[in-house]
């Protein structure tokens, strides 16, 4: 059994920041890619950000300059710095991890529950 614990999610004015933890416990192998989406009201979910075991990163346009992925391995964390924040970066916002378990072949997707992220004056 797989979990995805996001935190970090609140209300910000616009220019504000907030940091996003996710935490991944459980039968766990290795860690590969690591991700962060959101999804805003009558929106498709879109991909954010995400980072390589190794820590290549890649970024949306819309958050580039802005946010910053990183990754702990040994604490199986990843965490999202969100800098500069606009009205527009208002949504709930999902970790996403690919994942190999003990005991299973090959890897798997795995989501957190999503945290809140509301920028308003």
């Known amino acids: 059994q797989v979990q995805l614990v996001e935190s970090g999610g609140g209300l910000v004015q616009p220019g504000g920041s907030l940091r996003l933890s996710c935490a991944a416990s459980?039968?766990?192998?290795?860690?590969?890619?690591m991700g962060w989406y959101r999804q805003a009201p009558g929106k498709e979910r879109e991909l954010v950000t995400g980072?390589?075991?190794?820590?290549?990163?890649n970024y949306a346009d819309s958050v580039k300059g802005r946010f910053t992925i990183s990754r702990d391995n040994a604490k199986k964390t990843a965490y999202l710095q969100m800098n500069s924040l606009k009205s527009e970066d208002t949504a709930v916002y999902y970790c996403?991890?690919?994942?190999?378990?003990?005991?299973?072949?090959?890897?798997?997707?795995?989501w957190g529950q999503g945290t809140q992220v509301t920028v308003s004056s």
């Open positions: 980072i390589t075991s190794g820590g290549s990163t």
């Open positions: 459980g039968s766990i192998f290795s860690i590969n890619a």
């Open positions: 996403n991890a690919d994942i190999a378990t003990w005991g299973m072949p090959g890897t798997y997707d795995y």
